[in-house]
């Protein structure tokens, strides 16, 4: 039976202001810059300090009730600024530049930028003497493909867009005909593909014929699973051939691009420069801890927009109601200019309070260098030491980077887990991850070490690491399984 009965409990949420401060402290070096320069354009009530001018106190609300008559002569006079034009241009949708019809506007000149992956493989298509028909349909199936080059999209869908959207009625057979015999003719050789399988295939019968050529072709067509798998005798046994052309003809696969279209449509990420958000140094035998800075802007509560608010606040015009629509226009821009000068000092001292104490946990690290110094170190740790969620200490450890004496390093590479050797000290988890690249690095690469005999040698120097224990830190070191570290 259904019952009504009313209920009182506690519930923790948090405030806008305090979300947006978390995506502060997330914010990179680089991304915390172009916030500040993206705030500056969207609230006027911000200014960047120049040179020595002394900054207004955001929190003081005092600043607001000094006398205007005590301003300098350049001052500007806020009685002739028409707030009501200021106002229309900053609250609505800038749409004038965007009206082809507007001929008064000033013309801007674009920016030019290089072409694009898609652009570079469409002007290469329309060089095919095709119908007018045909292309569009060729043009559509290039929208399908990734910045890896691939087709992800089955035939059969791409044909139902294409009713749906051009209208053409098409055949499958139709969209195989031009995919194969035109699009997958593109460069880079093996764009267009619809797997990896089909990509190596596209490229290696581009390549000039030879008995190596040809094998390889024999083992992506037939074998590709037994490939991909290092089963080498296997292939071996199944080709009939010598393992000394084996090794040649896997050496033309290996020569293959698995993603021709990186070539043009490459991550712009991987073009950024690694910025370190700390940098750590020793001075006098001392560490010291400096953030970076450098090139993000200091701001301050623009003045001219407090003058203003004091201004209509003591305005003894008749259209009162104006008057308080300025008023809350300007008190909206400003709290918002104060929360955000507040938020970026509060953002200094959480990163700054959260990195000197992992610096002084891990102080013989950075002292020395060596690796083997590095202590069992979580999360938990740091949160208890400074009074903070565990939440803020992974948002400053996981995008964020310190330069140090030995390099400039991601900050959660130093958190590691706690373990025991034979003889009861705690070690990290990092000694032991640094141990396994070293016996792998040494290893004999046509007889790999398999995980258990990689913990024999581990308890042998003293650790005492279980199987399963190491395949999980060679899964976290992107180390792949003996088999598939196998060579001929």
Known sequence: MLKQKLLQKGQQKLSPQQIKLMKLVQLSTLDFEQ???????????????EDETPSIEESDTSVIDFDLSEQEDKSIDISEINLDEYLSDDEILDFKNNNPNNHNEEKYIPIVSGISFQEYLKSQLHTFRLNQEDLLIADFILGNIDEDGYIRRKIPAIVDDILLILGIPVTEEKVEKLLVNY???????????????????????????????????????????????????????????????????????EKLNPKPGKIYSGNPRNLDHLIPDFTICISDGKLELSLNQRNTPEIKVSSLYLNML???????ERNMKKNENTILFLKKKIDSAKWFVDAIKQRQNTLMLTMNAIMDYQKEYFFTGDPYKIKPMILKNISQKIGVGISTVSRVANSKYVNTPYGTFLIKSFFSEKMINEEGMEISSIEIKKLLGESIAKENKRRPLTDEKLSKILKRK???????????????????????????
């Open 310 to 316: 004091k201004y209509y606040k003591n305005s003894k």
């Open 183 to 253: 699009i997958q003719k593109l460069e880079p050789i093996g764009v267009g593909a619809r797997n990896l399988q089909e990509c190596l295939f596209i490229q290696l019968e581009n390549k000039k014929k030879s008995h190596d050529v040809n094998l390889a072709k024999r083992i992506i067509i037939n074998n590709f699973e037994s490939f991909t798998k290092k089963h080498y005798q296997k292939l071996q046994n199944k080709l009939g051939t010598t393992k000394n052309n084996l090794r040649k003809a896997i050496y033309q696969i």
């Open 462 to 488: 003293g650790y005492l690491v279980a199987r399963r224990t190491v395949a999980k830190y060679r899964d976290q070191m992107q180390i792949p399984v003996a088999r598939m570290r196998k060579i001929l």
């Open 35 to 49: 916030r500040v320069k993206q705030e500056l354009e969207e609230n006027p009530a911000l200014e960047e300090i």
